[in-house]
């Protein structure tokens, strides 16, 4: 019922999105800040880091053009509509969250250092 609720009017391809960004964030608790080239941590390192700056664009621009798609929404699909710019935005806090480690080592602010 609760996930039921959750998922009320999303699409498969805002699905897609939010799966995509929870992937994305799995990674970026545990990354060290080094650069792998030569075998699989290549994903982890190189691939992920950049996905995860187009991913956050990408979150931005659908927070945005679901909101103005709702100001000429019928109701129903108005409050839809706002919902899933609340999952944006949570998923949006939930990978920056986890990568905020990572990118205070890469500008030069240790935060747990």
Same mark, same amino acid.
């Given at each position: #019922?609760?996930?039921?609720? !959750? &998922? ?7 699905? +897609? @999105?939010? =799966? ?34 187009? #991913?956050?664009?990408?979150? !931005? &621009? ?7 798609? +709702? @100001?000429? =929404? ?40």
């Amino acid at each position: #019922m609760m996930t039921k609720n !959750l &998922l009320r009017g999303l699409n498969p391809h805002r699905l +897609a @999105m939010l =799966a995509c960004a929870a992937l994305l964030a799995l990674p970026g608790p545990f990354q060290d800040g080094l650069t792998y080239v030569r075998d699989w941590r290549i994903v982890t390192s190189v691939v992920a880091p950049a996905l995860m700056v187009i #991913m956050v664009f990408v979150l !931005l &621009l659908d927070f945005t053009m679901t909101r103005i798609f +709702a @100001m000429d =929404a019928t109701p129903d699909r108005r409050a839809d509509l706002y919902h899933a710019s609340r999952l944006d935005l949570w998923a949006l806090l939930v990978m920056v969250g986890a990568w905020t480690p990572f990118l205070a080592r890469l500008f030069g602010f240790p935060l747990f250092d």
